[in-house]
């Protein structure tokens, strides 16, 4: 079944699935039961089965899933067979904390190179990370085959980078900056909003009566 008829929230919970079957696999464990892998999930049985169903018909009533086959299943599912190269355009305090940061090798994503229009950054190199000039962005995309672009930029420059990342022929995007951008159809988006999410924790709080 092809990823892409999966809806939406269920890739997202396929993907903590993962990481719940990452850590019996580090904990020795073959089989695990659909109310073992919801409760480390945080969802219910019902749903875990349900959303499994995306990805065919396996595991035995009374007995568990097989817990490496499992995870190949979610793996080969959410594109997580073969390396993946990605880029990050803006080395500011956030581009450069995802440049070290050693959880997307884990998941096989490789960052490539970063680009950044300070000329005072280029040639600087965070971890296996060497900034580049933002010019030579198009011409790195097109020699490297990359797909996935990152926006780690100030809002007023999101939307011309976004338009440079598709041009020079990248696929998806991640946008961290605070501003939702603009992108042609067959261009894969995710918005993440760091404030926003901080906003929802606030109201909580303030329901609660802080």
């Not at 850590?23 to 999930?41: M, N, P, Q, W, Y």
């Not at 089965?49 to 899933?65: E, N, W």
């Not at 680009?115 to 097109?142: M, P, Y």
């Amino acid at each position: 079944m092809r990823p892409e008829i999966i809806p939406e929230p269920t890739l997202v919970r396929l993907t903590i699935y993962g990481r719940c079957l990452n850590d019996l696999i580090e904990e020795g464990a073959t089989l695990v039961a659909s109310d073992e892998l919801a409760h480390r999930a945080g969802v219910n049985a019902a749903q875990v089965r349900k959303d499994l169903s995306y990805l065919g018909s396996f595991g035995r009533r009374g007995v568990g899933y097989d817990v490496r086959h499992l995870s190949d299943r979610i793996a080969t599912a959410m594109g997580l067979t073969k390396e993946r190269g990605f880029i990050i355009v803006g080395a500011g305090r956030l581009g450069s904390a995802l440049m070290g940061y050693d959880g997307f090798n884990k998941k096989g994503f490789r960052a490539a190179a970063a680009f950044d229009a300070d000329i005072n950054k280029v040639g600087q190199a965070i971890g296996s990370v060497t900034i580049r000039d933002i010019n030579e962005l198009s011409s790195f995309v097109q020699a490297n085959g990359t797909e996935i672009g990152i926006i780690t930029v100030p809002a007023s420059f999101a939307q011309s980078v976004a338009d440079s990342l598709v041009k020079a022929g990248i696929k998806a995007i991640l946008n961290f900056a605070p501003i939702v951008i603009k992108v042609p159809a067959g261009i894969r988006y995710r918005q993440v909003e760091l404030s926003s999410e901080m906003e929802v924790l606030a109201h909580y709080l303030n329901s609660q009566g802080d």
